[in-house]
């Protein structure tokens, strides 16, 4: 009887320190969409512009710590994603050991000209290799799912702003815009 109840408490402890992202690898890709009017004035130029927004959140979170195996003594982790095109993505991080985490959050979702984001739509194998000072340590795999989850549509908005750019280009404008909404929730 003993054995039976060791064995349950060491399944039950494992799997409360299931490797993968601090907020779970369970993830939707909500697509907001809207539209915008945006009101210029810098100096003496004016001017305004109409922008149709959209763009695709990632929830519960866009960036995340990795959370390691217990009781590993890591200071780096390397994370290699193997996306269901076959494509891969690889990020690193320090790791703090005594957190049992990464020291930075990593980049699940945001894409821009900078950046480029670890997961894609669809199941994602993550690869994980956590080293100290170059050997490994620990490494492992885990699924990281994304799901497509309910668009959402903002109210038409309306913004003025003292920079020209704000009229020339929407990037700027919508993100403004889906923040003032709320990102459509």
């Known amino acids: 009887m003993r054995s039976i109840s060791a064995t349950l408490l060491l399944l039950f402890s494992s799997s409360a320190f299931a490797v993968g992202f601090s907020h779970g ?20 130029n004016s001017g305004y512009a109409n922008y149709q927004c959209q763009d695709l959140l990632l929830s519960p979170t866009e960036m995340d710590y990795f959370a390691g195996p217990a009781n590993i003594d890591a200071d780096q982790v390397v994370l290699t994603a193997t996306r269901r ?56 795999d885990f699924q990281a799912n994304v799901t497509r989850g309910h668009s959402a549509t ?32």
Request: glycine share 8%.
């Open 154 to 185: 903002c109210p038409r908005g309306y913004i003025t702003s003292s920079t020209m750019a704000d009229c020339q280009s929407p990037y700027s404008a919508c993100q403004r815009y889906f923040s003032n909404y709320n990102y459509c929730q």
């Open 85 to 140: 095109d076959g494509s891969q993505k690889t990020k690193s991080s320090s790791y703090n050991s005594d957190k049992g985490r990464s020291t930075s959050r990593f980049n699940l979702w945001i894409a821009t000209l900078f950046q480029t984001p670890l997961l894609q739509d669809g199941p994602n194998k993550v690869h994980y290799k956590m080293t100290r000072d170059g050997q490994v340590v620990s490494e492992g």
């Open 25 to 44: 690898n369970e993830f939707q890709s909500l697509p907001i969409y809207g539209e915008v009017t945006v009101s210029c004035q810098e100096g003496s």
